[in-house]
């Protein structure tokens, strides 16, 4: 069963997500089949590329919170205005994916062939997966909930969000991607709509 993301925002509700989420994609990608793991429709992400995507787009996120705080403040500036809600979040990323936005340079996953030990590529992917997912929510615990909305990270597609926003776009973006590969598997569940 999903668990509901509704509206997060306190950081004790984001920790609490994020420890949700972080399961349910290691127990979505464990249970692929091997023989499906690798293989995507034509222009699209094997399930493979997809988890090692989003290990990408997780790190530098666990990464850039690591750094002294006044390094942010240099690099990205300070926000002017309250953090937006979660659904805000959501629904600009929603427009930026139909306006043609997608993944690129770094984020790009790039697994040419089938390796030739699959399962344990497979436990590999899956173990850099749970480190980065538990570095994100290991750093997260540092944080005053209230010092989220002071700092900025550049998003690719998104522009300049505050840590908060950026911690709601990357429990969307972990979900929207185990959606995307349940979908592509044929299986029925999907993101459950959220509340407020």
């Known amino acids: 069963m999903m668990i509901e993301l509704k509206d997060p925002f306190t950081k004790a509700e984001l920790l609490e997500l994020f420890a949700a ?27 493979a590329e997809n988890l090692l995507h989003l290990i990408k787009s997780v790190k530098p996120v666990a990464m850039a919170m690591k750094k002294p705080r006044l390094l942010l403040t240099i690099l990205f500036g300070k926000p002017q205005t309250a953090s937006r809600r979660f659904e805000q979040i959501k ?5 930026a994916l139909a306006n043609g936005g997608k993944a690129s340079g770094r984020f790009i996953p790039s697994i040419q062939e089938v ?19 538990e570095s994100l929510i290991a750093i997260l615990q540092s944080w005053q909930d209230k010092s989220l909305d002071k700092y900025f990270l550049p998003h690719p597609l998104l522009g300049k969000l505050t840590i908060r926003e950026m911690l709601f776009f990357t429990l969307y973006h972990n979900r929207h991607h185990v959606n995307n590969v349940r979908k592509l598997l044929g299986q029925s569940i999907v993101i459950p709509q959220t509340g407020g």
């Open 21 to 47: 989420v972080h399961q349910e994609v290691a127990a979505c990608f464990s249970s692929i089949a091997l023989e499906n793991f690798f293989n995507g429709p034509a222009g699209k992400w094997s399930p």
């Open 91 to 95: 629904e600009t990323y929603q427009r």
């Open 115 to 133: 390796p030739s030990h699959p399962d344990q590529y497979r436990n590999s992917l899956v173990q850099k997966w749970n480190v980065t997912g």
